[in-house]
């Protein structure tokens, strides 16, 4: 079955440090997969995605995410975090075949910044 | 219109009662998806259409549950006999055609609390 874990629900960072969050996923055929990030009252927004080609996608507000096959991890990274990158984030991926295009996310995970 | 829109974007039921949540897509998008999002849990697939037929119905959780979209635009998604379970942010995104290389674009929600 399709899923999308992400292991830390709750993460805190200090203002100008590195981030990473962690994503792992169970699929069967190619994933098609995704960052978003959600702030209080938003929708959700896309961070960046992948599909194929180039494991290392750059993205939005200076986001990066790096598709490992081999570990089936898609981890979110930053080098620097603003107090603004405050959100929490959701990992997906797309089940795209047969009568479905939905996308499976994960339990996402809370991003606090300590200024 | 230039994004998704859903209304109400608050709404206090008792339970028992029926409620109708409305989504409307960005103009001319085909592909329109209701999610669920439950305190502290991820975003919970529950429907998929494409213009008016639902050919993805796999993540509605009860018969209590039930969606339609006229026109290939507006979709209302009804909960009856609403429950305090079902208390949870309703997420509709709305996608050009709904395959991997179109994205996702998603409305600010219904937060639905049942008393």
């Known amino acids: 079955a399709q899923s999308v874990t992400q292991p830390d629900i709750h993460i805190t960072v200090s203002e100008g440090a590195s981030l990473e969050l962690r994503c792992n996923y169970s699929?069967?055929?190619?994933?098609?997969l995704f960052w978003y990030v959600q702030s209080p009252g938003q929708g959700l927004q896309l961070l960046l995605k992948?599909?194929?080609?180039?494991?290392l996608v750059q993205g939005i507000k200076g986001f990066e995410a790096e598709f490992k096959r081999s570990q089936s991890s898609f981890n979110l990274r930053k080098p620097s975090v603003h107090w603004s990158d405050a959100a929490e984030y959701f990992c997906?991926?797309?089940?795209?075949?047969?009568?479905?295009?939905?996308?499976?996310f994960g339990q996402g995970t809370t991003l606090q910044v300590k200024p | 219109g230039a994004g998704v829109s859903q209304s109400p974007s608050n709404k206090v039921t008792e339970k028992g009662k029926d409620v109708e949540l409305r989504c409307d897509p960005i103009?001319?998008?085909?592909?329109l998806y209701w999610y669920r999002q439950s305190l502290g849990q991820g975003l919970e697939f529950l429907i998929y259409?494409?213009?008016?037929?639902?050919?993805?119905k796999s993540g509605l959780p009860s018969d209590r549950f039930s969606a339609e979209r006229t026109g290939g635009s507006v979709s209302t998604l009804t909960i009856q006999r609403t429950q305090q379970e079902d208390s949870a942010v309703y997420l509709c995104?709305?996608?050009?055609?709904?395959?991997?290389?179109?994205?996702?674009?998603f409305g600010s929600g219904t937060r639905l609390t049942v008393v």
């Open positions: 259409f494409q213009g008016n037929s639902a050919p993805d």
């Open positions: 103009s001319g998008h085909t592909a």
């Open positions: 995104a709305s996608s050009l055609l709904g395959g991997p290389n179109y994205g996702y674009t």
């Open positions: 699929y069967g055929a190619t994933p098609y």
């Open positions: 997906a991926v797309g089940a795209f075949s047969g009568n479905t295009g939905k996308l499976i």
């Open positions: 992948y599909f194929s080609g180039d494991t």
